[in-house]
């Protein structure tokens, strides 16, 4: 059974920071294109960020400037470092492993990220 272990979420005043981790198997992250997702409350899911294998990045417009996204091919993690947060970045964030030909599709169980005074 894949596993997606995600990390790092929790409370944070507006205009703070947080980093999110994503850890699965070697044989998923080698092949993965991997990505964070947030579901806000009421809302639909939404692609945050990705990573492809070779590093390229793509965001979100509406976290482009605050957010980064890494990946470590040794510790088969994936990182989303989150800064000036707001409001509106409070939701569950989800990490996401894809197989680039669509063979496979996995996601993570969720971490809360609240932003609030």
């Known amino acids: 059974q894949v596993q997606l272990v995600e990390s790092g979420g929790g409370l944070v005043q507006p205009g703070g920071s947080l980093r999110l981790s994503c850890a699965t198997s070697?044989?998923?992250?080698?092949?993965?294109?991997m990505g964070w997702y947030r579901q806000a409350t009421g809302k639909q899911r939404e692609l945050v960020a990705t990573?492809?294998?070779?590093?390229?990045?793509m965001f979100a417009d509406s976290v482009k400037g605050r957010f980064l996204i890494s990946r470590d091919n040794v510790k088969n993690t994936v990182y989303l470092q989150m800064n000036s947060l707001n409001s509106e970045d409070t939701a569950v964030y989800y990490c996401?492993?894809?197989?680039?030909?669509?063979?496979?599709?996995?996601w993570g169980q969720g971490t809360q990220v609240t932003v609030s005074s």
């Open positions: 996401n492993a894809y197989h680039p030909y669509g063979f496979w599709d996995y």
């Open positions: 070697a044989n998923i992250f080698s092949f993965a294109r």
């Open positions: 990573i492809t294998t070779g590093g390229a990045t």
